[in-house]
């Protein structure tokens, strides 16, 4: 057999803060503290605790050049253990999930960094609305009183400002007061398909198809994109959307198409939707949700093993989110998004394999409720007069 270490690793001191009984029983209330070094590697979910001789071990191997099991120059009750977690990868069937898993992360051309920061802060059945309601964290007065003030809203620097005028609104400053993030949507009511088409055809569709080569296309679309490469795929949970069954979809951005995809359970659609908003029960009754899904290895063709690669796949989606935002506020709807989702149960939900493909965002669109039950953010009355 032969082994290498994983493409990409890296080693922290894990620290835990504990209360010494022994000391309490003594009269003392002294926290003791212990460090684990664990593993990060980028193609496993879970940190992986390891000892000095384990990383040591490791640090040793090469992750591109095989070495014989038997040259390892120590025994197998000392590698066998970081071949079944991951940590080592072996050229046997057995260890093929790793493996595989592995090369699909060395072949995405990941900076490390960002390899290591995606995948391990993906969650997987959090419920980021539990948490918050369990530990009274919800309003801003709970933050207040918790964590104490903010930062200042505002840094102004010493100097005069020179006044500027306020120029006289038009109808674009009247749209953009109306964009409000929508916690309160309408669970009877449907959008038209040719609602969440246009919504669609404006930011996401492919407005010009740019044939560079006969293998190498580039999209033109009404948001930018770093590089022009345009990674992020759109997956659609439909709920209600008049003429569209409901279930899961996939976008096709050049032929301005939706193709049905296969459900993999039975629970209707609202728990799946609220399992991958981690719980934001306030938002999973959305007329249809959009899953936007980076496939990193169109980014990080160009930006290869690149710092800022990753920064600029967030960023996307970022500007993908205001635009959906703008479009659906201009068509009378409301839209919603957030980044507190669960990554892992959104790909099984969409068969994603997380490595090639993970979801960053999702932005849900429907009709606004006439009724106010969770929290807006609209000061000014516009919304909610
Ligand atoms: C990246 C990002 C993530 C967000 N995540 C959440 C979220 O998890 N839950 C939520 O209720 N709102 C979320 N929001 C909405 C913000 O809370 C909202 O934009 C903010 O309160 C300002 O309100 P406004 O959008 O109505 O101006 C998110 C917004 C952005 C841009």
Excluded at 95 to 120: C, I, S, T
């Amino acid at each position: 057999m032969k082994l290498r270490r994983c493409t990409t690793v890296m080693f922290e001191p894990r620290e835990e803060v504990r209360l010494d009984f022994a000391a309490m029983l003594a009269g003392r209330t002294e926290p003791s503290t212990t460090i684990t070094w664990v593993a990060l590697a980028a193609h496993l979910e879970q940190p992986v605790p390891v000892t000095a001789a384990q990383r040591e071990l490791l640090g040793g191997l090469g992750s591109r050049f095989w070495t014989d099991a038997r040259d390892i120059g120590c025994p197998p009750g000392d590698w066998q253990p970081l071949l079944a977690t991951g940590l080592l990868i072996s050229d046997d069937d057995e260890h093929a999930a790793h493996r595989q898993r592995d090369e699909g992360m060395r072949d995405g051309h990941w900076w490390p960094l960002a390899a290591l920061v995606h995948r391990h802060a993906r969650w997987r059945g959090v419920n980021s609305a539990a948490q918050m309601r369990d530990s009274h964290m919800v309003t801003v007065n709970d933050l207040r009183r918790q964590l104490g003030a903010p930062p200042p809203a505002v840094q102004p620097h010493p100097g005069t400002y020179q006044p500027l005028p306020t120029v006289e609104a038009t109808g674009y400053d009247q749209l953009l007061e109306r964009r409000t993030t929508c916690r309160n949507f309408d669970a009877a009511r449907s959008i038209d398909q040719a609602q969440l088409a246009q919504l669609l055809q404006r930011t996401v569709k492919a407005q010009a198809v740019v044939q560079m080569e006969a293998d190498t296309t580039f999209l033109k679309k009404n948001v930018p994109s770093g590089g022009g490469l345009h990674p992020t795929e759109t997956y659609l949970l439909v709920q209600r959307v008049e003429g569209l069954a409901p279930g899961l979809y996939h976008y096709h951005p050049v032929q301005h198409a939706l193709v049905a995809l296969p459900r993999h359970c039975e629970r209707p659609l609202q728990d799946v939707a609220e399992a991958m908003l981690s719980g934001q029960d306030w938002f999973s009754n959305a007329a249809a949700h959009l899953v936007l899904v980076p496939r990193f290895a169109r980014t990080n063709w160009k930006y290869r093993n690149h710092a800022k690669a990753y920064r600029a796949l967030l960023l996307d989606v970022g500007h993908l989110s205001q635009a959906l935002y703008m479009a659906a506020t201009e068509a009378g709807l409301a839209a919603f998004v957030t980044a507190a989702i669960n990554e892992i149960d959104t790909e099984a939900v969409f068969a994603l394999d997380g490595v090639t493909q993970s979801p960053v965002a999702i932005v849900g669109v429907g009709w606004r409720s006439d009724t106010l039950d969770t929290a807006e953010f609209d000061p000014n009355k516009v919304v909610w007069p």
